[in-house]
C-alpha cells in the first residue's frame, strides 16, 4: 500500500484530489484502507475503481472483462467460469462506465489531430436498431469516442462532433466523411470560436481557420461498389493534400480507417456481430460496452501501423511497438486491463462553501493549502 499514490475521496474535504500531500496514511493494511488526516475519513484502496465493493476476486474479473473486449459471448463465461450472466453484465457495465471516466479525462483533452474520419455503424438490438458513431484521427488511430441514437440524423452527428472538438486544437484540420449530408452542417457549426468584443450580448462565431471537409462518396449497384466520387466541400485543395500527405503518407482522400476501425468493433463486442444471436437487449447496456471496448483499444492494444524503427549501430534497426494512446502522448507504455479498470481519476478541486459575510481565518488558511 502506498499512501502517496492515493488521494482522499470525500467530496467535502479540502484535500479531496490531491495527491501526494502527505495527509493520506494507512488505516489498516489487512482490510486495505487509508486514512485522510485533513477530514479524519477512511476509504478502501479500490475505492474510484471498477472494483470497488465488488464480492468476485479481482483476478476473474480481469479475465472476464478481458474476454468480453475481445469479443467473448457472455454465455461462454458463464459456462467457463459458473457466474451468474447478471453478475457478468454488472461487471461490465462498471468497467464501462470506468472507461469512460478514463476516457475523458485523459483522450479529451486538446490534440494536433491533423485528419479526422467519423462514420456511423448500424446495430441490430431486440426489437429495433441502434446507430454508433465514431470517430478518429488518422496519425494516431486514437478512439475519440462514440454516441448512440435510434435515429442516424443531424442530432446524433452533432453529438460525435462535439466530442472531437473537445478532443482538438485550435489547428488546420481535415474531415474526411461519407455522403451523409448532416456531417457538413453539423462540423461548420460546431467547429466556431466565438470573438470577444467586451459589448453586452452573445459574441459573434467565427469559423476556426484551416477546417477542409471532404466527402467520400460511394455509388452503390445491385448491393456492389461500383464507383466511388470524391467531394470537397470547404478548404483549399492544395491545403487539403497536405493534411493528408503529413497524416497517412499520401494515397488519396479515403474513410478507409475508421471504416477499419468499425470491423474491430465489430469482431470483438459480440452485441455488433452480423447476423448473429447476441443481440443488445436495451441500448443503456451498449454504451458501456462501447467505451469498454474503445479504451481498450486506446491503451491496451499495440497497433501494428503505428510501430516505429529505432535505428541501432551497425545499421541495424528494431521496431517499437505502440498503442494510440502512446502515438497520441498520453502514455509512455502498454497498459494492462488491470491497470486499465484500477485507474482513479482525479476529483476536482475542492471550492470552499459560499456563506455571507468575510471568509474566516480558517477558511482563509484550507484555501491557502489546498486550492493554491
Known amino acids: 500500500m502506498d ?30 484502507r487509508y486514512i485522510c488526516s485533513v477530514c479524519g475519513r477512511t476509504f478502501t484502496a479500490s475505492r474510484g475503481t471498477a472494483f470497488y465493493r465488488l464480492h468476485t476476486a479481482k483476478e476473474i474479473v480481469v479475465i472476464v472483462i478481458t474476454l468480453l473486449a475481445h469479443g467473448c459471448p457472455v454465455q461462454a463465461i458463464v459456462a467457463a467460469f459458473k457466474l ?35 462514420d456511423e455503424i448500424r446495430v441490430k438490438k431486440q426489437g429495433g436498431i441502434v446507430w454508433m458513431a465514431m470517430a478518429l484521427p488518422v496519425s494516431t488511430r486514437l478512439w475519440l469516442g462514440g454516441v448512440l441514437s435510434a435515429q442516424r440524423d443531424g442530432e446524433l452527428i452533432t453529438a460525435l462532433v462535439h466530442k472531437v472538438k473537445a478532443c482538438a486544437l485550435c489547428r488546420p484540420l481535415l474531415f474526411c466523411v461519407d455522403g451523409f449530408r448532416a456531417y457538413v452542417g453539423a462540423i461548420q457549426a460546431v467547429f466556431r470560436m466565438p470573438i470577444r468584443t467586451g459589448k453586452v450580448g452573445r459574441p459573434v462565431l467565427r469559423p476556426w481557420d484551416g477546417l477542409c471537409i471532404a466527402q467520400v462518396i460511394k455509388q452503390h449497384a445491385q448491393k456492389r461498389v461500383v464507383g466511388i466520387k470524391r467531394c470537397l466541400v470547404q478548404g483549399m485543395a492544395a491545403q487539403v493534400k497536405g493534411l493528408w500527405q503529413q497524416t497517412q503518407g499520401g494515397g488519396q482522400v479515403n474513410v478507409a480507417y475508421i471504416e477499419r476501425l468499425n470491423a474491430t468493433f465489430r469482431s470483438r463486442l459480440s452485441l455488433l456481430v452480423r447476423r448473429g444471436r447476441a443481440l443488445a437487449r436495451q441500448s443503456e447496456a451498449l454504451h458501456p460496452a462501447m467505451y469498454l471496448l474503445g479504451t481498450i ?47 482513479q481519476v482525479p476529483l476536482p478541486p475542492w471550492t470552499p462553501p459560499k456563506r455571507r459575510g468575510r471568509p474566516s481565518n480558517v477558511t482563509k488558511a484550507l484555501v491557502a493549502q489546498w486550492c493554491s
Not at 19 to 24: H, L, R, T, V, Y
Not at 88 to 116: K, M, T, Y
Open 3 to 32: 499512501p502517496q499514490a492515493v488521494f482522499c475521496h470525500n467530496p467535502d474535504c479540502p484535500a479531496k484530489g490531491q495527491m501526494g500531500k502527505g495527509n493520506i496514511s494507512v488505516h489498516s493494511r489487512r482490510e486495505g
Open 84 to 118: 451468474d450472466e447478471r453478475t457478468i453484465l454488472n461487471g461490465q457495465r462498471r468497467a464501462g462506465e470506468q472507461s469512460e471516466r478514463g476516457h475523458r479525462h485523459l483522450v479529451e483533452q486538446p490534440h494536433d489531430l491533423g485528419q479526422v474520419q467519423a
Open 297 to 343: 483499444y486506446n491503451f491496451c492494444t499495440y497497433h501494428t501501423s503505428l510501430r516505429v524503427a529505432i535505428h541501432l549501430p551497425g545499421n541495424r534497426r528494431r521496431w517499437a511497438r505502440r498503442t494510440p494512446a502512446i502515438a497520441a502522448g498520453i502514455t509512455d507504455h502498454l497498459w494492462t486491463v488491470e491497470e486499465l479498470l484500477s485507474f
